[in-house]
């Protein structure tokens, strides 16, 4: 095929244009969010414990002497909520647990609760909101739902407005590429890779750099926004302590979406004349993966914050069952693995390659694993972060 021009340049994709691209796959489609999001649903679960703890600890904010006429109203917050169960489980999660608590306090006497989802505009609300919808009409509604469009690298809310502040498989996404790693010739250049995993030791302190900025940016906002004694949840994508890969194995390093297979699928569009190698070098997925002790001191630097608990969960790809069922047909475990990579980053490489090209990488990518039976023998973890902290 003949490859059309490039709907945009390195420079508006590290600077410009990122925040309007950078999205889970929207729709309910097979490469859709909503149905290749199990390992996160599983992160969730894991970490479900963190979550109640926390909450079991939040100050509750009305007293005997408030008038019995009103109710104080909790809002809740879901920053880079993207689209499906997801996120409604941890909201109905937070729901719960403080309607318990206020029931166990102030016999039936309840808050209300209001409940806003955050994303980028380049989010799918509509089908957020049609799956709200649905789940309302099959359930009693426990809370209000608005959507706030806007990066949780701003502020999105009024200074000490909100009580639960959550963000789930959201906050190792980038603000942006770091413009360094695209300065061709220099030190930090990540030449030939679309990825930091193996990169030069410059190259990953630069987005070091980055990550730690945008955590800085994060924090403030919520500092300004929540209110005393609320509580800050956050699972994002992480790595061990002490350890200077993204991963904590070699099999994962090798087997990750974003790894070994990405970077064969973009030489393959190299090798067959349909890309330069200055257009694969202009390419860098915006994601981070941060220790508990870079998350902690992040914490620290910005203040306001008391962390409750932090531990560092790793998350397995997928079932023993699952596993054996995709020996016998490797063409489907190729099929469901691109489909996973691309639910994640799809639109961005869209927005970046246009969609013909898009399409012939991701073939590419899915022949890879289609063909590479040791993926079938191997398994690999997502590693994850999860803290809790009080805003003080």
């Not at 608005?146 to 690298?153: D, E, I, K, L, R």
């Not at 940016?217 to 890969?245: A, H, I, Q, T």
């Not at 630097?301 to 531990?311: A, D, L, Q, Y």
């Not at 022949?367 to 999860?386: A, D, K, M, Q, W």
């Amino acid at each position: 095929m003949e490859s059309p021009s490039l709907p945009m340049t390195a420079k508006d994709w590290t600077t410009t244009s990122l925040h309007r691209v950078l999205c889970m796959q929207g729709g309910e489609g097979d490469v859709s969010y909503v149905n290749n999001s199990d390992c996160q649903a599983l992160a969730i679960t894991l970490s479900k414990p963190i979550l109640i703890s926390s909450l079991q600890s939040i100050k509750l904010f009305f007293s005997s002497s408030d008038d019995d006429h009103t109710s104080p109203i909790i809002r809740i917050a879901d920053l880079g909520c993207a689209t499906g169960s997801n996120t409604f489980s941890t909201v109905d999660t937070v729901v719960e647990t403080l309607s318990r608590r206020y029931t166990a306090v102030y016999g039936g006497r309840l808050p209300e609760f209001e409940a806003f989802f955050c994303d980028l505009p380049s989010n799918d609300f509509n089908m957020l909101f049609r799956l709200l919808t649905e789940k309302q009409k099959a359930e009693s509604s426990m809370y209000f739902a608005g959507g706030v469009a806007g990066s949780f690298y701003d502020r999105l809310f009024p200074r000490g407005t909100i009580h639960v502040a959550v963000s789930l498989s959201a906050l190792h996404w980038l603000s942006q590429i770091p413009e360094k790693v695209l300065e061709k010739g220099s030190k930090t250049w990540n030449k030939g890779k679309t990825w930091i995993e193996g990169a030069k030791k410059e190259v990953i302190d630069a987005f070091a750099e980055q990550s730690d900025k945008d955590l800085d940016d994060f924090l403030k906002c919520r500092k300004e926004e929540m209110v005393e004694g609320g509580v800050l949840f956050v699972l994002m994508g992480g790595r061990p302590s002490g350890s200077s890969s993204q991963f904590g194995d070699q099999d994962t390093r090798a087997k990750h979406p974003f790894t070994t297979t990405m970077e064969q699928a973009w030489q393959d569009l190299i090798d067959e004349g349909l890309i330069d190698e200055e257009t694969r070098d202009g390419f860098n997925i915006p994601a981070y993966m941060r220790s508990p002790e870079e998350v902690a001191a992040g914490i620290n630097r910005i203040g306001g914050f008391k962390i409750e608990k932090m531990e560092y969960l790793k998350i397995i790809e997928h079932s023993e069952e699952k596993k054996e069922e995709w020996k016998k047909d490797p063409v489907s475990y190729g099929r469901a693995r691109t489909n996973l990579v691309q639910a994640a980053i799809r639109p961005m490489v869209e927005a970046y390659l246009g969609p013909d090209l898009c399409e012939e990488l991701f073939k590419r990518y899915e022949n890879r694993v289609s063909t590479t039976p040791e993926f079938l023998h191997i398994t690999c973890f997502y590693g994850v972060v999860v803290f809790s902290a009080i805003r003080i």
